[in-house]
């Protein structure tokens, strides 16, 4: 069930980062590491900092961008250090461990997102992500290495997994089973569609978007959508685009 688990870093500048927390996933127990343009990898100090957990380094996926990092995944949890202009579900790392193990028990892939040591992840890039995470720590010293804030996450999640008897919580059966759902790459797809037939009715000014699509990631982001409701939502963006373009239409029994 761990092997659902993916740790992905972006854009990490100090490859002594990467090696700590690939000790630190190792630590608890999680091996999948993606790495988005990370600026120096791989790198002896990597290697050096890893303690040991090499293997997850040598299997280490190097991408070009988050939605490389995230295709396949259904629940994507993304660390935040500050408030945001939009609020999002925001959880603990506690929260957050139960979660994840919640979701790897369904089968469902589960990606696990922390940003760049100087800045974090950007607005842009936490809006992938149907939840934040806050790592409570000291406001007088809040800044936590980045390695320490993998350690602590990773710790949760195996506490959590500890206590379901490393089988993952047997509650309530879920409304859809992780085959059902969309993918995260799929939603970002539907996304990208939404934007443009909103562009196209005059509903959004992609001069003055102000937060509208946020707004609606946030909406749908809180919703277990499956795939076959993402391609009905998908459908009716088709047909309104053609409507708002005065092509013919034909009215399709559903």
């Not at 343009?37 to 290697?47: G, T, V």
């Not at 280490?60 to 988050?66: I, T």
Request: glycine fraction near 8%.
């Amino acid at each position: 069930m761990l092997q659902n688990i993916r740790v992905v870093l972006v854009n990490t500048s100090h490859p002594g980062n990467i090696g700590g927390a690939a000790r630190a996933m190792k630590n608890m127990g999680l091996s999948r590491l993606v790495l988005v343009q990370p600026q120096q990898f791989p790198s002896p100090e990597a290697s050096a900092r890893a303690s040991g957990a090499d293997d997850v380094l040598t299997d280490a996926v190097v991408v070009d961008s988050l939605e490389e990092a995230l295709v396949g995944t259904r629940l994507v949890l993304g660390t935040s250090a500050r408030d945001r202009r939009l609020p999002w579900p925001l959880i603990d790392p506690r929260e957050c461990g139960r979660a994840v193990i919640e979701h790897a028990a369904l089968g469902e892939e589960i990606a696990l997102v922390f940003g760049r040591e100087h800045a974090g992840l950007t607005n842009d890039e936490l809006q992938r992500c149907h939840f934040h995470v806050h790592i409570p720590s000291n406001p007088d010293f809040s800044s936590l290495n980045l390695a320490a804030s993998v350690q602590v996450l990773a710790y949760e999640v195996r506490t959590a997994w500890l206590a379901s008897g490393g089988q993952g919580a047997s509650s309530s059966k879920p409304a859809a089973t992780p085959s059902e759902l969309a993918t995260m790459d799929e939603m970002e797809l539907f996304y990208q569609h939404l934007e443009q037939a909103l562009v196209d009715i005059g509903f959004l000014d992609p001069e003055k978007p102000r937060q509208l699509m946020p707004r609606l990631r946030r909406l749908y982001g809180r919703s277990a959508v499956e795939r076959t409701e993402v391609s009905i939502l998908r459908g009716i963006l088709t047909e309104t685009q053609k409507v708002a373009r005065g092509e013919p239409h034909k009215r399709k029994d559903r």
